[in-house]
């Protein structure tokens, strides 16, 4: 049996941690001449080092378990602020990749096996040990391989909060303070977007893809209210419309709304990524000539790939003349996108754990507004008589769970109420700012280097840069067929082997009539120039034989 016992950087007996002295680091001892703790943590008992003899029964709500409770939880927060710590340091690896079968098999006694009889709490920690140990560490600042990367630790802390309180987000009886923190931060998103207190409604949703469900959803039922009960055989053909570059949850909610992918009309863009107006408004025509009834535009504001922001304005004149519901895609800048239209733009999703603003927050945390109020409690309400009674001893419009299509809703909203007092908005600005700057000095790297191309010239819009690298068997190559057949095949090869090392972690893709290419996104603050530096480098050593 391995040990539970966690050494390394930052590690502590948290009994050691005096109260009243706060600005002692992680790992340093406690004098005597420090003042005494509170009789709080004075009186407690510490808890034995060694669990290999006790279970998982033998902590709360057994009784006596407290002490035992205590010292559970005090090696679990250890083993969480080493992986912490090392997810900090760049001397350590991004991930130690191993194949899907090696780690069925078992690794170093690690067993994805579930028994019969219980394990003890010293193998639930080495499995909790072994879990961090085998996964990726996305909080490095060399993680540039998914949007959500980054680890903030207010983020971590109102995670750790959440799970603990275990309630849910659909009665005020159950989750009061949560309700009301969401009441918070939807009206202070309105303001961003420009909306008044009282114009609008929103609720927060597991990921941007359910959010932007929720969007088609709400102008279905907009336009034809009937489609709640009769279900789509008593509506027309209808037709929806999105860009070729925006995100496949488009597509998937259609299918799963019962609209259909082939009636989502994938609109032409120009070649920095976004929308051209005349090409929707060629395929809106086309599509009512075709007999379908046009409804829905999405439009975006950074796309997944490229980070381009359509043009909202026109976009909006087009859905006013058609009488077409509007909606916004934002997975970008903190600050809102242009909306200046008179009611044009009906709902915007925020997926903010893919959105610099807070892409360090931890998945998930997403959120729809909306500009019709009551229409979202109107398209879901069933009324279920044991949650939802309208008559108890309090303001029952706070019951919200009606609203959603959920019944369980998770508590996403705390993490970032608490982000937000610790940081401000000026705060979330700067990090914004911080990943822009990384942006353009990748934008700038990459022009300076001959091993380099970029996939498009313009100056990156957000925080996405998008290149190709160019190895020595390649450069002398003209551009054609064969090149492109070779070139597609580089970044997958240096993606594997960039995996079996772990030095840094970076996606790739194809797109189009483009070969696949290094797609990076900065959205940790932790990131400096050094690892971006580091990241071209190790590129070039990984390829230069391809």
Request: a negative charge.
């Amino acid at each position: 049996m391995v040990s539970a016992s966690i050494t390394g950087p930052c590690m502590v007996k948290l009994d050691s941690v005096s109260s009243s002295a706060p600005d002692r680091d992680f790992g340093e001892t406690a004098s005597t001449d420090k003042p005494k703790r509170s009789s709080e943590f004075s009186e407690r008992k510490l808890a034995p080092a060694d669990f290999s003899g006790i279970y998982s029964n033998d902590l709360l709500p057994a009784s006596g378990g407290e002490e035992m409770t205590r010292g559970f939880l005090q090696e679990l927060v250890s083993i969480l602020l080493g992986f912490i710590c090392k997810s900090n340091q760049r001397s350590s690896k991004v991930l130690d990749f191993h194949h899907p079968h090696q780690l069925k098999e078992g690794l170093e006694g690690f067993s994805l096996d579930l028994p019969v009889q219980p394990e003890t709490l010293e193998q639930l920690l080495v499995d909790c040990r072994d879990t961090l140990k085998y996964g990726v560490s996305t909080g490095h600042p060399r993680f540039f391989n998914q949007l959500s990367s980054g680890l903030d630790v207010i983020g971590v802390a109102g995670e750790w909060l959440t799970s603990t309180a275990n309630t849910n987000m659909f009665t005020y009886e159950v989750s009061p303070v949560f309700l009301l923190i969401e009441e918070a931060l939807l009206k202070k998103m309105q303001s961003i977007v420009g909306w008044a207190d009282d114009e609008g409604d929103g609720l927060f949703c597991p990921g941007g893809t359910i959010s932007n469900l929720y969007s088609i959803l709400l102008a279905r039922y907009h336009f034809y209210p009937e489609v709640k009960t009769r279900g789509m055989g008593a509506l027309p053909r209808l037709a929806m419309f999105t860009s070729e570059h925006s995100h496949y949850s488009i597509k998937k909610s259609a299918a799963v709304l019962g609209i259909g992918t082939e009636n989502v009309v994938v609109v032409k863009c120009d070649e920095r990524g976004k929308i051209i107006p005349a090409a929707l408004e060629t395929s809106i025509a086309t599509a009512k000539e075709k007999g379908l009834v046009p409804f829905y535009v999405n439009a975006t504001a950074g796309t997944t790939v490229y980070g381009a922001f359509d043009p909202l304005n026109a976009i909006a004149d087009i859905c006013h003349t058609h009488t077409l519901w509007m909606h916004v895609d934002v997975s970008a800048r903190y600050t809102s996108p242009c909306f200046h239209t008179d009611d044009i733009i009906y709902s915007v999703t925020f997926d903010l754990h893919q959105n610099v603003f807070l892409k360090s927050n931890g998945l998930q945390c997403a959120y729809l507004l909306f500009q019709s109020k009551g229409l979202l409690q109107e398209c879901n309400k069933l009324g279920a008589q044991y949650l939802f009674q309208t008559d108890k001893p309090y303001d029952v419009s706070y019951d919200t769970g009606d609203k959603s299509i959920q019944c369980g809703r998770h508590v996403d909203v705390f993490k970032l109420w608490l982000m937000w007092k610790a940081k401000g908005s000026d705060g979330f600005g700067s990090q914004v700012n911080k990943c822009l700057e990384n942006a353009e000095y990748l934008y700038d790297q990459l022009q300076k280097r001959t091993e380099f191309e970029l996939v498009f010239k313009n100056k990156p819009e957000h925080s996405n840069v998008c290149f190709w690298y160019i190895p020595p068997s390649l450069r002398s190559l003209p551009p054609g067929p064969d090149r492109d057949r070779r070139l597609h095949q580089v970044a997958p090869r240096i993606k594997g082997r960039m995996m079996e090392k772990g030095s840094v972690l970076i996606g790739y893709q194809p797109l189009g009539t483009k070969v696949n290419f290094f797609r990076c996104v900065f959205s940790n603050p932790a990131t400096q120039q050094e690892d971006i530096d580091f990241l071209l480098d190790e590129i070039c050593q990984l390829g230069a034989d391809l």
